[in-house]
């Protein structure tokens, strides 16, 4: 009996993911786990920019929350940021990026250039991978809108991996 219960009790939990919110009920359980996801992604990002590493424990817990409804690579662009912050992890940084530019991120792909053009995190550039994510960049809907432009994408992408020593300084205590 207890199986059948907890089984009772998951339904619900399944709401928008195994169905599309055609219902007034769906519809509303649907545009609460919106609202949820789009408030651990918020504040998981000011935690991230605040520069503060004891943050980072929680902004990775909502990161994770934030995860299944992420469409737009968003999560993996900010954990990957945040892993640049606490010391890179190279290889797991460039698999989140791939993962958020694959799904049409804009600052991860202008990321992925800076890493492969300057070279960032790598000891040599890579020309021609820089140029293939120059022209990805150039693919996708906000670039062909011109907003973000490629360079305002390069420099919000370097404020977020070059200076997180300076945002952090900002809230240290005057010795």
């Known amino acids: 009996m207890k199986r059948w219960t907890i089984f009772a009790l998951l339904l619900p939990l399944a ?39 004891e943050t980072y424990e929680l902004a990775n817990v909502l990161l994770k929350r934030a995860a299944p409804h992420d469409k737009t690579g968003e999560t993996e662009f900010y954990k990957a940021v945040m892993l640049i912050r606490m010391g890179p992890q190279v290889d797991e940084v460039l698999e989140l990026l791939q993962q ?20 960032y ?11 293939t994510y120059r022209a990805r960049y150039a693919e996708l809907d906000v670039a062909k809108s011109g907003y973000p432009s490629f360079e305002k994408a390069l420099s919000l992408v370097g404020a977020l991996v070059d200076q997180p020593a300076a945002l952090a300084g900002a809230h240290a205590p005057d010795p």
Do not use: F
């Open 100 to 119: 958020a530019v694959d799904k049409g991120h804009p600052h991860a792909t202008a990321l992925m250039y800076k890493i492969y053009a300057e070279p």
């Open 15 to 53: 709401g928008c993911a195994s169905q599309p919110c055609d219902t007034p009920w769906s519809e509303s359980r649907c545009r609460e786990e919106s609202l949820l996801y789009q408030n651990d992604l918020l504040q998981a990002k000011l935690l991230i920019v605040s520069g503060d590493p």
């Open 121 to 131: 995190l790598l000891e040599t550039p890579d020309p021609l991978k820089a140029e």
